[in-house]
């Protein structure tokens, strides 16, 4: 599983982004800096998995890379995880109605935050760790991410 997401992470290196919204470079370079920012400022495992992958649908993908994504990650990671990594671009696409839809939710909070770090890891001067340090960061005895994956996530429960 752990190569699976490893691979899947591996095949942004290289991915082109537009320069007018991704200043930084690639796919990846710009993944590892969102993650970077997670990690900074959060405890919580699995907003920094979705952190990470947000954006591994690219490698397949263009406009639909959130929900190609989505399926990549499905039965692999937590569903909150997955859910956070499909619904990523839902602040941008339609703020007002996001908002409207999950007001006084948990699921607002993670989406808002998650936004907030993928908006600021556009920086192409940045310095990053690598793959493998993200992945120790990640993984390191806590298995979070990867709990009840058999299950659903309800982004309406408070």
């Not at 993944?31 to 900074?40: D, H, K, N, P």
């Not at 937590?78 to 006084?104: I, M, Q």
Request: proline letters at 4%; a negative charge; aromatic letters at 8%.
């Amino acid at each position: 599983m752990i190569d699976d997401l490893f691979s899947l992470l591996s095949d942004l290196d290289g991915v082109a982004q537009s320069p007018r919204y991704h200043p930084e470079g690639d796919a990846l370079f710009h993944s590892l800096q969102v993650f970077e920012l997670a990690t900074r400022s959060s405890t919580d495992r699995v907003l920094w998995a979705a952190a990470l992958f947000h954006d591994i649908g690219k490698a397949e993908a263009g406009a639909d890379h959130a929900e190609v994504g989505a399926d990549l990650l499905e039965g692999v990671l937590a569903p909150r995880a997955v859910w956070l990594v499909r619904h990523h671009l839902d602040l941008l696409r339609d703020a007002r109605g996001t908002r409207r839809r999950h007001l006084n939710t948990p699921a607002l909070s993670d989406l808002e935050k998650l936004r907030g770090w993928d908006l600021r890891g556009r920086n192409p001067h940045a310095r990053v760790m690598s793959i493998e340090c993200a992945f120790d960061k990640l993984f390191d005895g806590d298995t979070s991410m990867f709990d009840d994956n058999e299950g659903t996530f309800d982004p309406f429960s408070p």
